[in-house]
């Protein structure tokens, strides 16, 4: 799919995005990681990661910067979306 968008947005200024560990976020941070990791390099520009419905339904919002938190440096190294982050 990623492909398919690279080729249908050739030449314009928009970005591609992926979403990873949809619908509910119950991926484990390692496979979070390894998803952000293959679709950054196959040419991804933006990446939104689901947080785990879960742990959200369960107010347990202090688990988001120990158990996500990582991720988003692991999407800089790899050049995601230099610009706009929010940790």
Not at 5 to 11: A, I, S, T, Y
Not at 28 to 37: L, P, S
């Amino acid at each position: 799919m990623i492909e398919l968008c690279q080729d249908v947005l050739e030449g314009s200024d928009v970005a591609i995005n992926s979403v990873i560990s949809y619908p509910h976020g119950g991926f484990t941070i390692e496979q979070k990681a390894a998803e952000i990791r293959e679709v950054v390099s196959l040419g991804v520009q933006e990446v939104e990661v689901v947080f785990n419905t879960r742990e959200a339904k369960s107010h347990h919002w202090g688990l988001y910067p120990q158990r996500n938190g990582g991720l988003c440096q692991g999407g800089r190294e790899k050049g995601a979306g230099q610009d706009d982050y929010r940790d």
